[in-house]
């Protein structure tokens, strides 16, 4: 079986212009990552551009979380606190915006001010009050279940269960910058890029057979069927994981040494914009959490490529429907925070949901069954998980079928 698997990755995907195209995308994906270093994000307004003239604040920057980066401690909170209180005095008036001083951090008093009190005060204010702030939700929640339970809404009550038994008892404890790390979790480009790497190796493979023929010397052995069609699926798995694991780890490595990711031990919810998250892991078990969920979802989303490949005896018309498979489920899975019943489906429906794992994650989504309240996330894993496994099958018979047709045509004797 082995022998087999290697047999199909050699003759699908050891080709030399997909080998071609993965290393254009790979080098373009570290462009585009190293674009954004440049340039800064723009709207957000967090992350500047890094040119002459922000390599002061730049500089500053690292050297306050050089300091402050670690276990969150009362002396450090003093000092953020003091310095925010002290630039916040002096910049009352505005006078101190355009003026540039020798006794700062970057040349200017209103630029500290604006340092302090974006990349420090304030994230580590968010920390110190997040048990606070999210003891009061489970309280609330509390209630909710008995103000729930007395008018018999099932859905909102097992909402608040779920809050009551999952958010209880969370704090943070650490200090780290989490803005590099959803940087990180957002970043989307390499996911196009394995989509169409994916066009590329995938929607050709059942075509090819049927113009080389191969498919009838497929047939001529007894146990072609079943090896043959079965070592194809795993080299598609191998095929899909290998593109994975090479983008997720250049994307990690890439923003590591250019946006310097630290912390990876603090919980996810440690970053502010997923303060509401149902799970409980630290950033960096988080990023192979959504790994593995994209993993699932691109296996899906290869299941329907081959099964298209299936159909044809042109890779012209796979690749025109594939087209308009990926436009049509990119769409429907904008839908997947949607509080209307019919797109929430049509977002669970859609493969590329899984592509958004961090979406799914970042607050509390989920839907009431049988009076128990489930993550999208897991109901989405599991229509993909069966949708994949029927495809596989009707992959198999399908194929079969016009295999065998074709072969009454051309006969093959058994042996050969």
Not at 129 to 140: D, T
Not at 220 to 232: E, I, Q, V
Request: some cysteine; hydrophobic content about 45%.
């Amino acid at each position: 079986m082995l022998r087999l698997v290697y047999y199909e990755i050699r003759k699908n995907y050891l080709r030399r212009y997909i080998l071609a195209a993965i290393v254009l995308f790979v080098i373009l994906n570290t462009c585009m990552i190293y674009r954004g270093y440049l340039i800064g994000d723009g709207l957000m307004g967090y992350f500047m551009p890094h040119s002459n003239e922000t390599k002061k604040d730049w500089e500053f920057y690292h050297r306050m979380h050089k300091q402050l980066d670690g276990p969150l401690t009362t002396e450090k909170a003093r000092f953020v606190y003091e310095e925010y209180e002290r630039l916040s005095s002096l910049t009352t008036d505005g006078t101190f915006r355009n003026k540039q001083f020798d006794n700062t951090y970057t040349g200017y008093i209103y630029s500290d001010y604006r340092m302090i009190a974006q990349y420090f005060y304030h994230p580590m204010k968010y920390a110190a009050n997040y048990e606070s702030h999210l003891g009061e939700v489970v309280e609330r929640a509390k209630e909710n279940v008995d103000f729930y339970s007395k008018y018999k809404n099932k859905l909102e009550l097992a909402k608040s269960k779920y809050i009551v038994n999952h958010y209880n008892g969370r704090k943070i404890t650490v200090f780290y910058d989490g803005k590099p790390w959803e940087l990180l979790f957002n970043y989307r480009f390499s996911d196009l890029l394995i989509l169409l790497l994916l066009l590329l190796g995938l929607v050709p493979i059942y075509v090819n057979e049927k113009e080389t023929r191969m498919e009838d010397l497929i047939l001529s052995s007894r146990k072609g069927k079943g090896n043959m069609g079965m070592a194809k699926m795993l080299s598609i798995v191998v095929y899909i994981a290998f593109l994975l694991l090479i983008f997720s780890t250049l994307n990690v490595a890439t923003f590591g040494v250019l946006y310097r990711l630290s912390g990876s031990e603090m919980p996810v919810y440690a970053i502010e914009a997923y303060q509401y998250t149902p799970i409980s892991l630290s950033v960096g078990s988080f990023y192979i959490l959504l790994q593995v969920i994209k993993l699932v979802g691109f296996l899906a989303i290869g299941s329907w490529l081959c099964f298209l490949s299936t159909w044809f005896q042109r890779t012209l018309y796979p690749y025109m429907l594939s087209l308009l498979l990926m436009v049509g489920g990119i769409f429907t899975s904008g839908y997947l925070a949607s509080i209307e019943t019919g797109k929430t489906i049509l977002s669970l429906l859609s493969p590329f949901t899984l592509l958004k794992g961090n979406e799914l994650l970042m607050k509390l989504l989920g839907i009431n069954i049988g009076n128990a309240f489930v993550l999208r996330l897991t109901i989405c894993l599991v229509i993909q998980l069966m949708l994949s496994v029927l495809l596989y099958f009707m992959i198999r018979l399908f194929s079969t079928r016009v295999k065998l047709s074709r072969r009454s045509l051309f006969p093959v004797k058994e042996g050969v």
